[in-house]
């Protein structure tokens, strides 16, 4: 999963030059923007994770939490749509009662894509989202306390995959307003195939075959965007 961090990490420090220079313009500027941005925090849902059958017994969590954001650039625009291309990036989790050696089982997933949204209306308040991400998946077992923190990883997997949903930015076409409460909702398709155990920690946990990894991935998400 440190491959995953490194990308989030360079992918985060992006949005967030993004974000100020975008904050650093002068008001007569920023009604005019042709980019947007936002940031997020998700409530996932992924049937697939729950649905395998480690050899350790219990199971994942069907829902997990994540974060992510992402800046898009206007392409070409009509009086009653926009047409805006870019990225975005997000990272997840979910939780488990798997027993294992270590406190906790995690499945996590870390994903980059290039996305695209179809603006709708004159108010430029809906959107329309497309895109196709590649993700890097693991099953880490997890032991931290206020003083240490330790990880063995299980398994690891890439893939990439398409996704599409919608997003509503509440504050758009008001006056006076250039970002605000965004609320969204995607669905991931991605195959990561067969999940067992790769490396084993004193026992096995997923054992030689869990199950295949290959339902769809929900976001439910709210989070601030702005123009």
């Known amino acids: 999963m440190k491959k995953a961090t490194s990308i989030f990490l360079i992918s985060g420090l992006l949005l967030t030059s993004t974000a ?23 409530l996932t849902h992924w049937s697939g994770l729950n649905d395998l059958q480690p050899q350790a017994g219990g199971s994942f ?67 329309l989202d497309a895109g196709y991400g590649y993700h890097l998946m693991d099953i880490s077992q997890i032991d931290s306390d206020y003083w240490d923190y330790d990880e063995f990883e299980s398994w690891e997997e890439s893939a990439g995959g398409p996704f ?35 490396d084993i920690f004193f026992g096995p946990v997923l054992g030689p075959n869990a199950g295949k990894l290959d339902d769809p991935l929900y976001f439910m998400q709210i989070g601030y965007s702005s123009r």
């Not at 969590?61 to 975005?88: C, I, K, N, Q």
Request: glycine content about 14%.
């Open 61 to 127: 969590d069907t829902l997990g939490f994540g974060l992510g954001g992402g800046v898009h650039w206007s392409m070409w625009a009509t009086d009653s749509s926009e047409f805006l291309l870019g990225g975005e990036v997000a990272v997840l989790a979910h939780g488990s009662d798997i027993p294992t050696q270590l406190d906790d089982l995690l499945g996590r997933d870390a994903y980059v894509a290039v996305s695209a949204k179809w603006m709708l209306g004159s108010a430029r308040n809906f959107s």
């Open 164 to 198: 599409v949903g919608f997003t509503w930015d509440t504050w758009a076409g008001k006056t006076g307003k250039n970002g605000g409460l965004s609320l969204g909702f995607k669905v991931h398709f991605v195959d990561f195939g067969t999940v067992r155990d790769e």
């Open 20 to 42: 100020w220079a975008h904050e650093r313009q002068p008001e007569s500027q920023r009604e005019s923007s042709d980019f947007r941005w936002e940031g997020w925090l998700a």
